[in-house]
């Protein structure tokens, strides 16, 4: 099956490339990423997949693409994801997110692939009030930043080319992503990078957002087999089912890298921030026999242990932020 996987150079795209080639190694991995920022070349070292670099909204790039390699399925990562920066410039995530989608759907439609699986996010449904039992498949979407909007933008479009030509498709909503090779500006791994450096440690509003934590290889555990075995035209939550606070969190990387709570400060909060995520995996669960194996307390330490071993790489991309999703 060979697999077009966009965004693979990425946090979640890099690692589901390695699952992929650990465990199908008979089949072949094109990656199309643009290279920005948060991708690197070396995500791939080691991995046998073959690196187009373009931009997944750019039509001749896909026709391209599609017309020099025999592509059966595709699996959609290649996404802005940073909500500060969908804050700051949110047209930029309008075109990669919902344009750059359509324009892969229309080429994928028209080369007949088998599979495509779109990975969307949990913050598509908005935020949950502190009494309200977990999100499952059924709840309207209500994004509230301009990247869950652009996110949730780009799902419409992929049931749309389900009900309209018998698409292929499987959205698939994954909690918040944690792990090795994670750019340091989302919470974990700033937090992390930040610590080790002894610098201090911003922290938005009071703390208390409330996030589901899932480890990056149980979400690609559960890609592969959306990929493979998911219903076309279904949805699937993929919640680590491990809820925290984020000063909690916060005060956990603090202990596993031996730095005082005083590095901790609380800074204005984010426009618009959701306050608690949670996700109803049941779908998944009763479906395809999935469930998280990582708990948060585990994954954190192995996380951390992780970017110790490894501070020339992200040293290399530090940058100034105070992002909490």
């Avoid at 896909?62 to 017309?67: G, V």
């Avoid at 997110?97 to 598509?124: I, P, Q, Y």
């Avoid at 869950?148 to 918040?176: C, M, Q």
């Avoid at 618009?272 to 479906?287: F, M, P």
């Amino acid at each position: 099956m060979p697999l077009l996987v966009t965004g693979g150079c990425g946090f979640i795209g890099s690692n589901f490339v390695r699952w992929q080639r650990a465990r199908h190694s008979d089949e072949r991995v094109i990656v199309l990423d643009a290279l920005t920022y948060a991708g690197a070349r070396d995500a791939l070292d080691g991995t046998g997949a073959e690196l187009i670099v373009g931009d997944v909204a750019d039509e001749e790039t896909l026709a391209r693409l599609f017309a020099d390699h025999r592509i059966e399925a595709v699996a959609h990562l290649a996404a802005e994801t940073h909500v500060d920066r969908s804050i700051a410039g949110p047209l930029g995530f309008a075109r990669t997110n919902v344009v750059g989608t359509a324009a892969l759907l229309a080429r994928a439609r028209a080369a007949g692939v088998a599979r495509f699986l779109h990975v969307s996010t949990d913050e598509v449904y908005g935020a949950l009030a502190p009494d309200q039992p977990p999100t499952d498949e059924r709840a309207p979407l209500a994004p509230r930043s301009p990247y869950a909007a652009s996110k949730a933008g780009a799902d419409h479009l992929v049931a749309a080319w389900r009900e309209t030509y018998g698409f292929p498709s499987v959205i698939a909503r994954p909690s918040n992503n944690y792990g090795p090779r994670q750019f340091p500006e989302k919470l974990i791994p700033l937090m992390v990078a930040r610590a080790l450096d002894g610098a201090p440690l911003p922290v938005y509003g009071d703390g208390r957002q409330i996030r589901d934590w899932l480890h990056v290889d149980d979400c690609c555990a559960a890609l592969d087999l959306l990929l493979r075995r998911g219903r076309p035209g279904e949805t699937y939550n993929v919640g680590g089912g491990d809820t925290r606070i984020n000063l909690d969190v916060v005060r956990a990387i603090l202990r596993l890298t031996g730095r005082p709570e005083s590095l901790v400060r609380f800074v204005e909060d984010r426009p618009g921030h959701d306050r608690r995520y949670a996700l109803d995996s049941t779908k998944i669960a009763r479906e395809l026999d999935w469930s998280p194996r990582r708990k948060l307390d585990e994954g954190l330490a192995e996380t951390v242990a992780w970017y110790r071993a490894n501070e020339s790489w992200w040293r290399q991309r530090v940058r100034p932020s105070t992002e909490n999703r």
